[in-house]
């Protein structure tokens, strides 16, 4: 009578380990792993290529804590500064592509490529788009001593006298001074610029009648147009805006072809599962859909956009290609 064995479970997991293997090992090589982010626990690090302070930087932290909240993973915004956000930016696209790390961008993000001779990224491929977070508008303001209470009468006084009218910005390449060199190739003017190291003296200086015109973040020319320290001539963007309903586009205006605004976007490495991706585009829409951040958002002067990662990815694509234009056309450069 032939011998019998009994099946105890340790003899089975004899038999059946090297099986269960073999089949672990082909798991994995058709079910990708979890996502990283928003699994481990390990902090999720924003970085922000400008001064703590700054709006790009007061929307990184309230966007960190937001993700706290949701995840209950810890969000650490890291303020890397320096020759025009290039810095913080490199940093950013060397990062591990495991959805641990967020890059926050501002406007001049598509303008530095087009500035300096080496840029040590590239905007599109060093990159995946997560979601555009939010617009500002700007508008033309004037000192109340020139005589133009339009932007048609503000372009006949220029006219008149080419090469005597200066206008500030915070500094070269900064969006105010980029939409004044795009006004004057669109209005065939001839305006002399005076850059400042940062916007605090330039505004100072507005006011002071040190300078004629600006271009002005409609948040921060508001009050002075109601205390009579500066005229709104009109608005950039291409509709008017909430905070400003009387005041004319300037394409109501006659300037065709000119429409500028400030907008702040959110981006990953390039090579981020998309998964992560969607998960943060989903997360981050809801936040910028909340009454009280829209509320808050709006107190500097921006609206929150959203939507689909595509959104931020085409902005970025049509803004290096006309802003690209306007700096060679004006011969800027920041070397």
């Known amino acids: 009578m032939p011998s019998r064995h009994v099946a105890t479970p340790a003899l089975l997991l004899r038999y059946l380990r090297p099986a269960i293997a073999a089949c672990t090992l082909l798991l994995s090589a058709f079910v990708s792993p979890p996502a990283a ?3 481990t626990g390990r902090p999720i690090t924003i970085i922000v290529p400008y001064t703590p302070g700054t709006g790009i930087d007061i929307l990184a932290r309230a966007l960190g804590a937001e993700l706290t909240k949701h995840w209950g993973q810890p969000v ?5 500064p320096g020759a025009s956000g290039n810095i913080g930016t490199q940093v950013a696209s060397r990062a591990a592509p495991d ?4 890059l926050m961008i501002a406007k001049t993000f598509v303008t530095n490529g087009s500035l300096f001779k080496n840029v040590p990224y590239d905007p599109v491929k060093s990159f995946a788009p997560v979601i555009k977070l939010a617009t500002g508008s700007i508008v033309l303001a004037v000192h109340p001593s020139v005589p133009a209470d339009s932007v048609s009468a503000f372009i006949q006084y ?5 090469g005597e009218v200066n206008y500030g910005s915070p500094g070269f390449a900064t969006p105010h001074h980029l939409a004044m060199e795009l006004f004057k190739h669109a209005t065939q003017t001839d305006l002399v610029h005076i850059p400042y190291k940062g916007t605090s003296g330039v505004m100072s200086d507005l006011v002071g009648n040190h300078v004629s015109a600006m271009f002005v973040p409609t948040h921060v020319a508001l009050p002075l147009a109601a205390d009579k320290q500066i005229r709104i001539l009109g608005v950039a963007s291409a509709e008017r805006v909430a905070a400003a309903p009387d005041v004319p586009t300037l394409a109501e205006q006659g300037v065709t072809g000119f429409e500028v605004d400030i907008w702040f976007g959110l981006l ?9 991706v969607a998960r943060y585009n989903e997360v981050i829409n809801q936040f910028l859909r909340s009454p009280a951040v829209t509320g808050a958002l709006a107190k500097q002067g921006l609206i929150t956009a959203g939507g689909p990662p595509a959104v931020l990815g085409e902005l970025i694509a049509s803004d290096m290609a006309k802003w690209q234009k306007v700096i060679q056309q004006a011969g800027i450069t920041a070397e």
Do not use: C, E, S, W
């Open 158 to 162: 220029v006219k008149a006298r080419p």
């Open 268 to 276: 990953a490495p390039a090579g981020t599962p998309a998964d992560v």
């Open 76 to 80: 650490v915004v890291d303020n890397k």
């Open 37 to 39: 982010a928003q699994v």
């Open 99 to 102: 959805g641990h790390t967020l």
